[in-house]
């Protein structure tokens, strides 16, 4: 089982990750993550890359190659939208 929180703080995103071998509940695998939100998708490609690695699965290279090309996200403050009146 993946296990995981996440936390933002300004620009920057907090995360920890953990594998967790259900039938005895030991920790397999964990590893904290911090890096600039503009860098989220890089952040998540290299969380998939490891939590692979960790139960020793074999990326195809397509999956690889999608995996190193990840691009930055402009974070922005969202406001709620509308509806229109019916």
């Known amino acids: 089982m993946l296990k995981s929180s996440a936390q933002r703080e300004g620009s920057r995103i907090r995360i920890h990750a953990e594998l967790i071998r259900v039938a005895d509940q030991t920790r397999v695998w964990a590893e904290p993550y911090?890096?600039?939100?503009?860098?989220?998708?890089?952040?998540?490609?290299?969380?998939?890359?490891?939590?692979a690695?960790?139960?020793?699965?074999?990326?195809?290279?397509?999956?690889?190659?999608?995996?190193?090309?990840?691009?930055?996200?402009?974070?922005r403050r969202t406001t709620p939208t509308r509806r229109a009146p019916n």
């Open 34 to 51: 911090q890096r600039e939100v503009a860098g989220i998708l890089a952040l998540q490609n290299e969380v998939a890359r490891r939590v």
């Open 53 to 75: 690695r960790a139960l020793a699965l074999k990326l195809l290279p397509a999956e690889q190659v999608r995996l190193a090309n990840a691009r930055a996200v402009i974070p």
